[in-house]
């Protein structure tokens, strides 16, 4: 696996190093709510499920949204250091990640609008298993938390453009 991948790491980076356009790309979703706050998630040929829970009004029918950006979050480092890990010539055995996430609920039901709705703050661990010296762990570490990408966005403001269509419900006159 890790010969595998140090060779698509290897042969990818070569190609975009070649041709800075084959290095865009774009991934979508699409969501709708169905029933309650629980909404239905595609992406590519995915479907996930996301909800809030009872205490907030949902049906715990999935992960709320801002459970999704832990995931996200936790899931992407992983997969940088098994990449990293791999194009480095480091060994490991195993990565896990363990976030938390603090979030003053006051800033969303705008109870109090000098709060933002969003967490104030990501704590976790990420738990290598490896016989690798603690340096050549510590440089992995530090190449991850340079590329990857959801730390990335998380560390900076990414711009975000969302417009709005209105439209009537089927059957009413406009």
């Known amino acids: 696996m ?7 790491i290897s042969e990818t980076g070569a190609a975009f190093r070649a041709d ?15 029933e309650g706050l629980r909404s239905q998630v595609s992406i590519r040929q995915h479907g996930l499920v996301v909800d809030e829970p009872p205490a907030l009004g949902g049906t715990d029918a999935g992960p709320n949204p801002v459970e999704l950006i832990l995931a996200a979050l936790g899931t992407c480092q992983e997969i940088t250091y098994r990449a990293f890990a791999a194009a480095l010539g480091i060994p490991l055995a195993g990565v896990s990640v363990k976030l938390d996430g603090d979030i003053d609920l ?14 104030q703050k990501i704590t976790g661990t990420v738990t290598l298993v490896s016989d690798a010296p603690v340096e050549k762990l510590e440089m992995l570490k530090e190449a991850v938390d340079g590329h990857c990408p959801v730390l990335d966005m998380l560390r900076n403001p990414t711009p975000v453009a969302l417009s709005a269509r209105f439209q009537q419900p089927a059957g009413t006159a406009a």
Do not use: H, N, T
């Open 2 to 8: 890790s010969d595998d991948l140090k060779r698509i």
């Open 20 to 34: 800075a356009s084959a290095a865009q790309a774009v991934f979508s979703s699409s969501s709708q709510l169905q």
């Open 106 to 119: 006051r800033g969303f039901f705008a109870v109090d609008d000098s709060i933002r709705p969003g967490y």
